[in-house]
């Protein structure tokens, strides 16, 4: 058989697999980095946050490098009804130092300084380019892919799908049979809004580079899912995310979702009078790792949103640092496999282990039970409520009428929005098992 053209071939220039070709190319193995978009980047829709200590293993000193906006130093909690908001607001100035918490970067910075990265190691980035099939030996060993280029096969020892949600190259290689599921698949509709940066400072109660996280629950009408805002140095990014099958079930527009947000009376004076500059739209695999595909085939490895690696669900919106863990791993086992000589299934399994003893397995894993629970009809629709009107009734002073106590408004509550008693301990004990 002729030699590969390339050591490897990944597929996406994400953070996967920009992560996965530094590490290869690092190693002296030849790998190109195929993108479908102009640049990386530019295909690309996040919500803002990178949660970046897992490029201590990566890069030196990333915290200089990265093309950050702002960190990370208040991460707060909204729960919402129509006219209530209870904000459970967290601050660390400890995280507005190095090594730091999270960062605010915008998305084409970030993907096009992590594929700057792979291509200084000597990665060969092919933008505009679309993988559009495996190419497969005779016994279904993957040996490269094929592109929408004219003679544009590329032949290579191991391919690395990172191509995002909805993996084609994952199903085509015999790995993710179902695909991932409209009921495991969530839209993510964001606005980036301009706002001068001393206006986001004095909003926000933030100062110099220092920034904030917020997600929300409760502000998705009847469709299961949640709401984020992030602030940028002189911008915010708020947007909605909710589950596809809900959203076709319900009939309402992303965008109403999306607007109703921004006017609600806790979200509305944090935007007012900021410009839209950009809307953008993408899915996210929301299934956690009960829906995860096989990872690893002869001559194929899966990493990032291509393999479901993400969590977004209530607390956390996290695929980032998901996809660039996966990717390094994905990156190392492939040298260790090129070293071996053994680039099947079994020569490249240490992609599994590695990924076990990482956060990457080990959080989705802890985490396993989140999406199902807050996305349940109780959270979504029914504790929102619940716990607004508890909270009210304890700030409200009724004088001349007794302070209730917190039993009675809970079970004035509970009547209220029709959560049985049995149901709220079956939850909280389903919750405490969720995130223990
Ligand atoms: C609205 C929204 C908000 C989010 N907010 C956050 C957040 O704040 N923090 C966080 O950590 N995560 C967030 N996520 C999740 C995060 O964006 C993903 O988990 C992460 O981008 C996954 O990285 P990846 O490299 O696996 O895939 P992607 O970032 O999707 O990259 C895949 C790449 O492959 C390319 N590609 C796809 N198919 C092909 C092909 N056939 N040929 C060539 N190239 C191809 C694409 O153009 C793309 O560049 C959010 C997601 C959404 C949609």
Not at 49 to 54: A, D, K, W
Not at 120 to 134: F, I, M, N, Q, R
Not at 351 to 369: I, P
């Given at each position: 058989m002729a030699e590969p053209l390339f050591d490897v071939v990944v597929v996406g220039a994400g953070p996967a697999g920009s992560a996965a070709a530094l590490e290869v190319a690092r190693a002296g193995r030849s790998v190109a980095l195929i993108e479908r978009?102009?640049?990386?980047?530019?295909?690309n829709v996040y919500g803002g946050v990178v949660y970046g200590r897992i490029l201590d293993e990566l890069v030196e000193n990333w915290w200089d490098r990265m093309?950050?906006?702002?960190?990370?130093t208040r991460r707060s909690t909204m729960v919402m009804t129509a006219d209530q908001a209870l904000t459970v607001d967290f601050r660390a100035?400890?995280?507005?130092?190095?090594?730091?918490?999270g960062a605010t970067v915008h998305r084409a910075d970030l993907d096009a300084w992590l594929a700057s990265l792979a291509v200084e190691a000597g990665a060969v980035l092919v933008p505009s380019?679309?993988?559009t099939g495996l190419l497969r030996a005779a016994d279904g060993t993957v040996t490269g892919v094929r592109t929408?280029?004219?003679?544009?096969d590329l032949t290579a020892s191991v391919v690395i799908a990172c191509?995002?949600?909805?993996?084609f190259l994952a199903k085509e290689a015999g790995l993710?049979?179902?695909?991932?599921t409209p009921g495991h698949t969530a839209l993510g509709v964001k606005e980036t809004l301009a706002l001068p940066r001393g206006v986001i400072d004095e909003r926000f109660g933030v100062s110099g580079r220092e920034g904030l996280d917020l997600e929300i629950l409760g502000c998705t009408r009847d469709v299961p899912g949640g709401g984020f805002l992030y602030t940028q140095l002189d911008s915010l990014s708020v947007g909605v995310v909710v589950g596809l099958y809900g959203l076709a079930k319900s009939g309402v527009r992303p965008e109403e979702l999306l607007a109703d947000l921004k006017a609600h009376p806790a979200i509305a004076p944090l935007v007012r009078g900021a410009e839209v500059k950009e809307y953008s739209a993408h899915l996210i695999p929301e299934g956690g790792y009960d829906t995860?595909?096989?990872?690893?085939?002869d001559g194929i490895l899966v990493a990032g949103d291509a393999a479901a690696m993400c969590l977004a669900a209530g607390l956390w919106l996290e695929g980032v640092n998901f996809a660039l863990g996966a990717g390094m791993y994905a990156g190392r086992a492939t040298v260790a496999a090129l070293a071996a000589g053994d680039t099947s299934r079994r020569g490249l399994s240490d992609y599994r282990r590695l990924l076990e003893n990482s956060f990457v397995l080990a959080d989705l894993r802890k985490l396993r039970r989140v999406p199902g629970l807050v996305f349940s009809q109780r959270v979504q629709q029914q504790y929102p409520g619940l716990v607004c009107d508890l909270v009210q009734g304890m700030f409200q002073v009724d004088n001349p009428r007794p302070k209730p106590g917190v039993l009675r408004l809970l079970r004035r509550g509970a009547r209220k929005h029709g959560v049985k008693p049995r149901h709220l301990l079956a939850d909280a004990l389903k919750g405490w098992r969720s995130f223990g």
């Amino acid at each position: 058989m002729a030699e590969p053209l390339f050591d490897v071939v990944v597929v996406g220039a994400g953070p996967a697999g920009s992560a996965a070709a530094l590490e290869v190319a690092r190693a002296g193995r030849s790998v190109a980095l195929i993108e479908r978009g102009p640049f990386p980047g530019a295909k690309n829709v996040y919500g803002g946050v990178v949660y970046g200590r897992i490029l201590d293993e990566l890069v030196e000193n990333w915290w200089d490098r990265m093309p950050v906006q702002r960190w990370v130093t208040r991460r707060s909690t909204m729960v919402m009804t129509a006219d209530q908001a209870l904000t459970v607001d967290f601050r660390a100035q400890e995280w507005g130092g190095a090594p730091y918490n999270g960062a605010t970067v915008h998305r084409a910075d970030l993907d096009a300084w992590l594929a700057s990265l792979a291509v200084e190691a000597g990665a060969v980035l092919v933008p505009s380019t679309v993988a559009t099939g495996l190419l497969r030996a005779a016994d279904g060993t993957v040996t490269g892919v094929r592109t929408d280029r004219p003679d544009g096969d590329l032949t290579a020892s191991v391919v690395i799908a990172c191509d995002g949600v909805n993996s084609f190259l994952a199903k085509e290689a015999g790995l993710y049979p179902s695909g991932p599921t409209p009921g495991h698949t969530a839209l993510g509709v964001k606005e980036t809004l301009a706002l001068p940066r001393g206006v986001i400072d004095e909003r926000f109660g933030v100062s110099g580079r220092e920034g904030l996280d917020l997600e929300i629950l409760g502000c998705t009408r009847d469709v299961p899912g949640g709401g984020f805002l992030y602030t940028q140095l002189d911008s915010l990014s708020v947007g909605v995310v909710v589950g596809l099958y809900g959203l076709a079930k319900s009939g309402v527009r992303p965008e109403e979702l999306l607007a109703d947000l921004k006017a609600h009376p806790a979200i509305a004076p944090l935007v007012r009078g900021a410009e839209v500059k950009e809307y953008s739209a993408h899915l996210i695999p929301e299934g956690g790792y009960d829906t995860m595909p096989e990872l690893i085939g002869d001559g194929i490895l899966v990493a990032g949103d291509a393999a479901a690696m993400c969590l977004a669900a209530g607390l956390w919106l996290e695929g980032v640092n998901f996809a660039l863990g996966a990717g390094m791993y994905a990156g190392r086992a492939t040298v260790a496999a090129l070293a071996a000589g053994d680039t099947s299934r079994r020569g490249l399994s240490d992609y599994r282990r590695l990924l076990e003893n990482s956060f990457v397995l080990a959080d989705l894993r802890k985490l396993r039970r989140v999406p199902g629970l807050v996305f349940s009809q109780r959270v979504q629709q029914q504790y929102p409520g619940l716990v607004c009107d508890l909270v009210q009734g304890m700030f409200q002073v009724d004088n001349p009428r007794p302070k209730p106590g917190v039993l009675r408004l809970l079970r004035r509550g509970a009547r209220k929005h029709g959560v049985k008693p049995r149901h709220l301990l079956a939850d909280a004990l389903k919750g405490w098992r969720s995130f223990g």
